[in-house]
Every structure is written in C-alpha cells, then in structure tokens.
C-alpha cells in the first residue's frame, strides 16, 4: 500500500529542499517524490500537495504519542492520557516544531500573506521562556503544524508503514514532549472549566457551530451563556473561550474561605495584586515574581500591551500566567498578577 503519487522524481527547484529537510530529520527517503509533496502547500500548482499526507500524519504521530504514554506513564487514566495525547499534537506544539527545526523554510506556496503570518508568529515564539503547550500571545498558523504531520507522514510510509520506526526517527523533533508536570503547570484551560464548575455543583455546556470558514463557540453554565467567541480553528476557539469563561466565572463563584480578604477593584483587579503574590512567593519561600511583556501592538500614541508572570516553588514546579490586554504595562502586569491569584485561589494553593 502506499500514496499514489505522479511522478518518482523530484522537481530540479526541489531537490535542495527535500536533503535539507532529510538533513533535518536524519532519514534519507527511498521514495524522494514521498517529501517534496509533504512540502507542497495546496496553493501551489502541482499534481501533489500535502493534504492527503497530513491526513495520514496526524493520525500516525497521534498513534505514536498514544503508544508512549501508555508505557511510560502507567497511572495515568485514559483521560489524562487524552490530554497529554492532545498537548503534543496539538496546532500551537507542531507549529513550534516546524519553527524550532526549520521547517517551514522549505514550504512552496502562492498565498503572499503567509509568510507574514509566520513571521509573526516566529517573532513571538522568539520570546518564549518555557514550553508552551495551549496558546500563546500569537496564534499558531495552522500550515506550521500541516507541514510536520505531512514529513512525518512521508517518512511514515517510506518505511512501510511501521509506526516504531517513525516514532525512532521522528521523536527527537517534538522534543520537549510535554509530560504530566507541564500540564500540572499550565492546566487545559477547557478541563480547568469542568473541574472549576463541577466543584460548584454547576453544568456546563459547550456549543460551537461552523459560519462559513469561521468555528464559533459559546459557553454556557446552567443555561446561562457565559462567553463566546471564534476561529477559523474549533480547538482555538474553544480555547480562548473557556479562558473567558473561567475569568468571568472566577469573579462571582464563591471561593475557599480566603477569598474575603482579596478585593476586586472597578478596573477588574484584585486590588494590590502585585504585592499580595510578591508577599505570597515570600511567605512561601518561592522565586520572586518575575513580568514580562509579551506583546506590544499599535500605534506608539495607542498602545496596549499583554504582559505574563512567573515564578518557581520551593519545588521548582514553574507557575504562568498571561494576562489581558491594557493600555499601560503597569494595567497588564496587575492584570497577570489578578489571574495567577485567581488560578491560585481556586486550585486551593493558597
């Protein structure tokens, strides 16, 4: 069985791609024609591209992970196992993939605007700290992740098929794989709604419809809708909107019993937020909090800013927080200071 291909030999503008790519993954293909279609966006006109070899990719790289999670993580159940699955074949971990090996260099195409989605993309990525598992501050094109399914699904069927083979050969790019620790750090934010509404004895339900290209979704707990919003990508719509959910939820579900003495300003800030999680890290004896801008957008007479914050406990668990978008960097910091006490109150850590 293998991928009906036009031809067995490769284009002359493709051969330098198709050995830098090999160079990149550490396999030499038999079948060449196999990777120079998984490099060929749907915009370009040629008789193969990668939609078919995507197709196979997810579902083997899928199969993959499943495979070593089962063997390494043993206590897990299935659920965590289904988020783990997902954290690491997810748009925003492959995007990164392409980005981090170079990848994406190699793509033919005829969409002009891609490669400024990229580039932004690139430039984000570019102020990373950590592992990134859900979202960051820039949307991860989804033609990043398209390109690593379809290598792997090249290499895939050059070795007939056998999933342990791919999985020897193409492992070492999703490094670093995101362990059961990386999702205690930054939690499914749509996981994180269940668990926040089940502890409060609330239903939710979440709905998402197609219009044209764009996914919607809306979330509802009891009936009453809580937030919505949409993508191009479902997976990203449900994410952004359950953080909007669980920040709107956070502000008027009862909390532990120390939730008294955290008073919500009129901007929507606990008021002395910075100060309250720099004398929480002391007391604890945690790394002082650490603020970063992670985006700056606008004119220089208009800007807003997206600031995160960090810090690391005594056990070097790594706690991250972004926060909303505000006209001022002091507005941004109190805002990422505001969610991670929020995050902080409700996982009971306080």
């Known amino acids: 069985m293998a991928l009906a291909l036009q031809s067995l030999s490769l284009s002359p503008e493709m051969e330098a791609p198709v050995l830098a790519v090999e160079r990149i993954v550490g396999y030499s293909l038999r079948n060449k024609r196999l990777l120079e279609a998984a490099l060929t966006h749907p915009s370009y006109t040629y008789p193969d591209n990668y939609q078919r070899l995507e197709f196979v990719g997810d579902a083997a790289l899928g199969l993959a992970l499943t495979n070593y999670f089962f063997l390494t993580c043993p206590n897990l159940d299935p659920g965590q196992l289904s988020l783990l699955r997902a954290a690491n074949i997810s748009t925003e971990k492959l995007a990164r993939v392409a980005i981090k090996h170079g990848l994406f260099k190699y793509v033919r195409h005829n969409v002009h605007s891609l490669d400024d989605k990229i580039g932004e993309f690139i430039d984000a990525v570019k102020e990373e700290d950590d592992v990134v598992i859900h979202a960051g501050s820039v949307k991860a094109p989804k033609v990043l992740a398209d390109i690593v399914e379809s290598v792997a699904a090249a290499i895939y069927v050059d070795v007939d098929f056998d999933l342990e083979r791919l999985w ?17 750090q930054q939690p499914q934010p749509v996981a994180l709604l269940f668990e926040l509404c089940q502890k409060h004895g609330k239903q939710v ?5 197609k219009k044209g290209l764009v996914s919607i979704v809306s979330v509802f707990v009891d009936g009453e ?3 919505s919003g949409s993508s191009e990508q479902k997976e990203i719509a449900k994410l952004n909107v359950a953080k909007s959910a669980i920040h709107k939820l956070s502000e008027s579900l009862p909390t532990s019993s120390g939730m008294t003495e955290y008073v919500i300003d009129k901007n ?7 100060q ?6 002391c007391k604890k004896k945690w790394s002082k909090p650490n603020y970063k801008i992670e985006k700056d ?3 220089q007479h208009d800007k807003k800013f997206v600031c995160s914050v960090n ?7 790594l706690y991250y927080m972004i ?3 505000k006209t001022r960097v002091k507005d941004a910091e109190n805002s990422a200071a505001t969610l991670m006490m929020r995050a902080l109150l409700e996982l009971k850590i306080l």
């Not at 929507?268 to 910075?274: M, P, R, S, V, Y």
């Open 168 to 184: 020897v050969i193409f492992r070492g790019l999703l490094e670093p794989i995101a362990m059961p620790e990386h999702l205690q």
């Open 205 to 209: 339900d979440i709905k998402h419809w």
């Open 225 to 227: 809708l809580i937030a």
């Open 268 to 274: 929507g800030f606990l008021q002395g937020a910075k």
């Open 276 to 281: 309250k999680l720099h004398d929480l890290c």
């Open 297 to 299: 957008v606008g004119p």
């Open 311 to 317: 810090f690391a406990t005594a056990s070097g668990v």
């Open 323 to 325: 926060g909303d978008e």
